[in-house]
């Protein structure tokens, strides 16, 4: 699979496109991959950051993507099998590549136009949601050309989705080589990775211009360093997107208990946010691992819809699963993802269904 994404890769001769999820493995996927088609062909592919939220390609994508008339299109880090249309009238009109690590109900491999690789396809000793997209890229590019440079932006992708226990001796060798990454956790957020990643994502969570911004950092980054010291225009930019983010993220933290529903004997703790920024994602996590034994939810309302946030560290429950069964019966909705971490949207005048959904799935 693998060899074939490198075929791939290394036939990206004409107009490319490459569609990316906005979070730090999306991103970090992404990057790596603009730089090693412009190794190979001279000129940097176009990129378009996908909806988090949503986690397929849109109207909006196809029409973005087809108006172009690419000769290839590569889609990192987004599960796209809720809804398929897209894709596979996109593959009438040109190639496509597909890597993702999401839980995966459809092999689009079956498409002769489209490759599609994901680790639930295959044994894998490391389990499939944590192998990030972002090194599954890493590990591909690393076949075509030398990419050893690039390997902090893989770290990106492992930190970001909680994988880093699994990669001790990758992420060890980029401490090595960047010291100055080193933090009180190597392995989590607690160190200058986890911050990289909060920076970037910051866009994400803004929502102003999503995971272009922290796609541009990444992109100009010779090093992790630029991005720390904030050596470029995009750089400063983001610090001051993360500066109001963070400081909304924090007050969110101190209070969140008397703001939760916590369901003692359902292990439940369920927190719906009004604010105007996208921290549902952000927030459950880190309730979470405060709570490890609890399933989160986290909401914030946009419009007439709300955007879920899904987690549990300790594996008891497939949020993956939770997300798409509390979901399925209701109008214009969507839910999936990992074991320990999974999204959803749904109408907001299905709220309190949704509610019961979940505890009657717990």
Wanted: glycine letters at 6%.
């Amino acid at each position: 699979m693998f060899e074939q994404a490198a075929e791939f890769i290394k036939n990206c001769k004409g107009k490319t496109i490459v569609v990316y999820d906005t979070d730090g493995d999306g991103i970090g996927a992404a990057v790596i991959l603009s730089k090693t088609i412009k190794r190979l062909f001279k000129k940097y592919p176009k990129a378009i950051p996908g909806d988090h939220d949503l986690a397929y390609l849109t109207k909006n994508n196809y029409d973005q993507i087809s108006g172009q008339k690419p000769n290839n299109v590569i889609i990192v880090d987004m599960s796209l099998d809720e809804k398929a249309d897209y894709i596979l009238k996109l593959a009438k009109k040109t190639k496509i590549l597909i890597i993702d690590h999401h839980q995966s109900k459809r092999n689009f491999n079956m498409n002769k136009n489209i490759v599609h690789v994901n680790p639930y396809f295959w044994k894998s000793r490391i389990p499939s949601f944590k192998y990030a997209t972002s090194k599954i890229v890493f590990d591909i590019c690393r076949k075509i050309t030398d990419i050893e440079d690039l390997d902090w932006l893989a770290a990106l992708g492992i930190i970001n989705d909680y994988s880093g226990v699994h990669w001790k001796i990758f992420l060890n060798k980029i401490y090595k080589k960047y010291p100055y990454l080193k933090g009180k956790n190597l392995y989590s957020f607690e160190n200058k990775l986890g911050y990289i990643v909060h920076l970037i994502t910051s866009g994400y969570y803004s929502k102003i211009i999503g995971g272009k911004l922290g796609y541009d950092v990444c992109l100009k980054a010779e090093t992790p360093m630029d991005i720390i010291k904030l050596r470029t225009a995009s750089a400063k930019r983001m610090k001051k997107m993360y500066d109001k983010v963070e400081n909304v993220i924090k007050k969110v933290m101190k209070g969140w208990k008397k703001n939760a529903e916590i369901i003692e004997d359902k292990k439940l703790i369920i927190l719906k946010l009004d604010t105007k920024f996208s921290i549902h994602s952000s927030i459950s996590t880190k309730i979470s691992i405060k709570k490890p034994n609890y399933t989160i939810i986290v909401a914030v309302k946009r419009g007439n819809k709300f955007h879920i946030s899904f987690r549990r560290q300790d594996g008891k429950v497939n949020c993956g699963e939770l997300a798409g069964k509390a979901t399925r019966y209701l109008k214009n909705t969507k839910g999936g993802g990992h074991i320990p971490a999974a999204g959803g949207r749904i109408m907001a005048g299905d709220w309190n269904k949704f509610r019961k959904n979940v505890i009657r799935l717990l």
